[in-house]
């Protein structure tokens, strides 16, 4: 189909552009950047913040640049006096409902309103205060996300999040005029409603009114406490995004720089969470091969397809939106719950520690884990599997507080044990890596080959699709899995709520070609997560994508079962995958929840 | 509780589970006792397999879908200028005086509630007045009074 | 524009053999019926002042063989009331005039939207429906009607929020482009009009264009009813010709003591008594504020009436009926109305009033719709004329 093409003059410049191109794409087509709010590139175009405003000659009102197409002959200003004058009074508007403590807020220096006020120099006195008379409060119910009302523009950014990326509709606009605002079903608080704590309303919101949970003070003063024992193990997708928080372009590659500046801030031990991702592919592989097993060999009544469970926030949509479908989740913990886990028994028993002594801290990309980690049942070993849990942008903070001047700082190696990891492990933190880590290790039990890809990059469930599958053909089986020979293993990667519920709605009505399913809470996966840096879009993903794949071919063990760690905690402690121990310690069981 | 429920199973039914039907599944619910409970809006978003928190925003946008519970009967008094210049505050504070409430709350016998309600349509017949969907209007302090006791007399 | 003294006119409620309108208009090619609408010149009477014939022109032009429209009868603006009358008597010219658009536009569906405050005339509507149905059996026409009632919100007098009220979502407009006309109701080209604009398509079709345009004046050609409604002896609702001027139209409607006169309700123009020789009412040039378009409420004001009382009235609408989507409108609603109270309670000097009229200002460069654009009319005009009432 061929373009129809658009004349127009920006700014005073003739410029010729598709059919269809919203003023706002077309003036960044000329390196004009008109200011936005209410507009994300993640979501669909809502047009009510107003601050985008453009001058069209020969129009009444000015309007809005994000949802206005280019027409024919249109002459557009993007900073006449009257655009400026318009701008400055809808912020000087936006900040009369807005709580400006700025001082005292998280989100300071990282916020969207911050900066357009001071580009725009508002005076914060103009107009009356319209907070004065209104009562507002900060639910600080849930374990992951604080909400306060206070500070919300009213964009609906996080109700568009909600609704289009991940499908949850936990938040929504209520009443209208005066009383309009966002919250839950009947002002619920947070931690009892459908939220599933993936925290992408935070990672979309302008301002502070949608943050995480915040634990940084608990960590410090267990750092400080000299009777503890202080553990960090970080997640996967935190090396390839925490530079953002500490002035490197996204995709810069700071794990070396990160365990180093762990280490100064004084934890006892830092270690890797792509260590215990390997042992989570290895026992889900195995839980895989089982589960088919009792279906083709025993003929069982076995739900198939096994989906991953490494995600918390996928977890608790399953649970709220499918309670009836949670047979097919597989029960391995996460990777940082397997973690905790042997930090406080196997870990423990080596370093002659008592497991009340540690205090298990995780970075995490992810609001969602804090939640987890709060979860009742993840005590398996008579203590708590993890006792705290910050994001990336929360150890961003942290190192900021510590003085430290990052960007200095060597390289350092993760401690060991429990910090060494393969490539498999790494990909974790980014869409169909579980995928392609579980297939590494199943193919070659199975076959007793490698997976035939070329330098084992298994490039068909990568990418940023929502929903992509692929099929491997199993052929010349070792003896044991005979009953593979000639299988065609049907293999689903999806990323983001919406997908997973895509997915879901096959396996309801039973027409799921599946044996096994990735799926991954956030867009893209952890490196998408809601604890990452702000902000986050689909060019900044695709970078901290970039980053991961390069970590895992930088690696000398590519595979998760190879992992010298991982074999010898087997040998000394587990026994073998799907172990009793094991069944103890690392697996665990879901709850059938409402959805209010 | 479980009649109620079946009325709102019913309502769905009736008018179908489609998005489009919502408001008049609102207002065929809220017909039954003049206001919508959390559990009715739960409800209702449950049937029509809709998210509660979406039911809720669009129930809370419209002012004749109420969310507290009400009386029996509920006056809608007219606040637009043109009833307020011919003496709606008359009218407001005669039916205060005569229920025995305060604007915004029901009689202690569930009877009526008062409220106040943006231009109903009737300015040239002010003040005017809507009990339920009944509009009533060139009131007068002792027409109001009339009305209520007719209220009480027949039904 | 040429000036004319106040004439009443006897068209929409006259009797007059719908059913006979309807056989002769529908044997006539569809092209023909839209250019007698766009040769009367007839322009929507909701408000907004849209050439009839065009919108009709536009939604016929459309392919696919799914269209609606949509009869808007959500009359909430303060001061009107005509749609409700013409509701109550004769609603077979709002659904012969729905007919004419069905046929027109090839349009199988029709609503009428009902405001909630309405809801007294349902069960009359039902039975008018059940006649209407007969008839379109009898022309072969396949088109029906079906009521839907509003919940209570003025801002779904708006076309777009209209259509998002009646597909289950809060009633918040739109943005647009896209118009109703070629994706409203579900995806689908749609019909918007209002009560009377319907009717005056039939009269259109039952006196000619021709004749239709000897009423009126050049632009705002026809007549109109008027809600009439504040300090007159005449309350009620007045089918006049347009393009009088306010001096006529108090000299017909006054009390002998008016001050002011409000244009089109709480979304028009306050005019003050020394301007009312220079304004019209009109469609044209309502930009200038020398003639202002209508839906048709006309209040009055008599020199006993406290102007701050009418606008904290207007106010206190707005800033509860705003749907509260964008920041313009929900926040300088607000803005407005604390900004009058603290400069009449002397909390703000009186030089905050010139703040507040720029934000107005702003409110209608800047806001999504039509209402919040509007806010700013009756309070500049207010403020601007009636200054000293704000203060002291
Ligand atoms: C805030 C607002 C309220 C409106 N209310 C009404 C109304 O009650 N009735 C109406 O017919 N049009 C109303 N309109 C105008 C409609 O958007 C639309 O223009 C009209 O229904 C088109 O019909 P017409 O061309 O026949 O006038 C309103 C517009 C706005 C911005
Ligand atoms: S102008 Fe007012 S009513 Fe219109 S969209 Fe904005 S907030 Fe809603
Ligand atoms: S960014 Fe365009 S209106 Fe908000």
Redesign the interface.
Known sequence: MSEKMINLVIDGKKIAIAEGTLLLEAAKSENVKIPTLCYHEDLCVAGNCRICVVEVEGWRTLPVACATPVMEGMVVYTNSPLVRRARRDVLAMLISEHSTQCTTCYRSTNCELQDLAAEYNIDNEIYINLLKDKVFTIDRSSWSIEKDESKCIRCQRCVRTCAELQKVNALDVIHRGAQMRVTTFFDTEMSDVVCTNCGQCINHCPTGALTERRYIDGIWDAIGDPTKHVIVQTAPAVRVALGEMLGYEPGARVTGQMVTALKRMGFDSVLDTDFSADLTIVEEAYELLQRLKRKLVNNEDIALPLMTSCSPAWIKFIEHMYPDYLDHLSSCKSPQQMFGAIAKTYYAKKRKLDPKDIVNVSIMPCSAKKFEANRMEMKDSGYPDIDLVCTTRELGHMIRQSGINFKELPDSEYDNFMGESSGAAVIFGVTGGVMEAALRTAYEVITGREVPFEGLNITSVRGMEGIRDAKIKLENVLPEWSFLEGVELAVAVAHGLTNAAQIMDDVVIGESPYHFIEIMGCPSGCIGGGGQPIPTNDEIRKKRAEAIYTEDEKKKIRKSHENPEVIKLYKEFLGAPLGELSHKLLHTKYTRRERV | MQKRESAIKAAVQKHGKERKNLLPILQEVKQIKNYLSRSDVAEIGVEMGLALAHVYGVASFYHFIDLEERGQNIIWVCKTISCSMKGSNDIVMTLKERLKIKLGETTSDGKFSLLETNCIGWCHKGPAMLINDEPYTDLTPEKVIQIIDDYYTNN | MAKKKVKRVDLIFKGCDCNKVLTDALKMPKEEIIQMLLDSELKGRGGAGFPTGLKWKMAAAEKGNRKYIICNAD???????K??EILDQIPLKVLGGMALAAYVTGAREGFIYL??????LIPKLEKTLETFHQWMEDFELDFTVKL????????CGEETALIE???????EPR?K?PYPTHDGY?GKPTVVNNVETLVYSMMVMHIGSGEFKTMGVKGSSGSKLF?????TPK???HELELGMSLDDFVKEFGDGNTKSVQVGG?SGFCVPRNRFKEVHVGYEDG?KGYSIPTGG?M?L?NSS?SMY??LH??LV????????????C??????LL??VE?VKYGE?SHKYLD?LL??AA?M?????CGLG?SVANSFSSIVENFREEMIY
């Open positions: 009359e909430g603006e303060p001061g009107t009331f749609d409700r405001r909630h405050e309405y809801r007294f839907f009632i509003g919940g209570g919100a003025y801002i009220s009646m597909e289950g979502k809060r009633g943005n482009p579900l809600s009439i409604s504040g300090d309350a009620g609702i709480a930009l409420s209040m004001f009436r009382n009418v009235n207007y609408f707005f800033e509860e009926e705003s749907c509260g989507q964008c920041t313009p929900r926040v300088g609603c607000q803005q604390k900004g603290a703000k703040d720029h934000l702003t209608k460069l800047t806001a999504k654009q």
